[in-house]
């Protein structure tokens, strides 16, 4: 079955502890996303990734990291959380990029305490 | 830069009546509209896109309509099921901006039996 896969579901860290939540996808999609989604604000690109070891900044990359050393995986790495990075994360990918339609990943709720 | 914003945050319509979801972005160089349906607990899911050389198009019970001169788009559902209930995004990109998304806060329709 096509889809993207994301761990840990749930998650609730302390303040500075780092954490890396991963994303796989088995559609040999070149395009690969992270987004955040908090109330009122939407869904917010944080990362994307055009190809392996292209990884560009999306609106609001500031406390997180990413890598694409293979073309399935995308991890998300929070160095050092904080309680503002409480969210809901979702990963997508896509064939090649914005032309073409992004499949989600099923959300990793993250919270920081 | 660029803002999407949704006109209003519910809807509720009658089941088998038709809905319309209605969306303004703020830079006009955006060249591709994508809609999307979050059901609850899951991640968002593509529905239909346009891009800014077209006016219209169609989908499954679903179209969605591009008014370029006053940055707006909209998405009506025909028909409208229970099925239906969700939340619904609009997002666009930016032509030379490397594949970023922005999206909408999301309008909440609720199909009333």
């Known amino acids: 079955e096509a889809q993207v896969t994301q761990n840990p579901r749930y998650l609730i860290t302390v303040t500075g502890k780092k954490l890396t939540v991963t994303c796989s996808q088995n559609?040999?999609?070149?395009?690969m996303s992270w987004y955040r989604q908090d109330p009122g604000l939407g869904l917010r690109q944080i990362y994307y990734?055009?190809?392996?070891?292209?990884?560009d900044k999306g609106d609001v990359p500031e406390g997180y990291k990413v890598s694409r050393k293979e073309k399935r995986n995308f991890p998300l790495i929070l160095e050092s959380p904080s309680p503002n990075q409480t969210s809901l994360y979702f990963c997508?990918?896509?064939?090649?990029?914005?032309?073409?339609?992004?499949?989600f990943g099923p959300g990793t709720r993250l919270t920081v305490t | 830069g660029e803002s999407v914003g949704l006109h209003l945050p519910t809807l509720s319509v009658q089941e088998g009546d038709n809905s319309i979801i209605n969306c303004a972005y703020s830079?006009?160089?955006?060249?591709?509209f994508i809609w999307y349906k979050q059901e609850s607990g899951k991640g968002p899911q593509f529905i239909i896109d346009?891009?800014?050389?077209?006016d219209k198009r169609q989908g499954q019970r679903v179209t969605v309509l591009l008014n370029k001169t006053v940055k707006h788009l909209s998405l009506q559902i025909a028909a409208t099921q229970p099925g239906d209930s969700a939340v619904y995004f609009c997002?666009?990109?930016?032509?030379?901006?490397?594949?970023?998304?922005?999206f909408g806060t999301g309008t909440s329709l609720t199909v009333i039996p």
């Open positions: 997508a990918s896509s064939l090649a990029g914005v032309s073409y339609e992004q499949y």
């Open positions: 559609m040999n999609h070149e395009y």
């Open positions: 990734s055009m190809n392996v070891e292209v990884t």
């Open positions: 830079n006009s160089a955006s060249d591709y």
């Open positions: 346009i891009r800014s050389n077209m």
């Open positions: 997002a666009d990109t930016l032509p030379n901006t490397g594949n970023q998304f922005y």
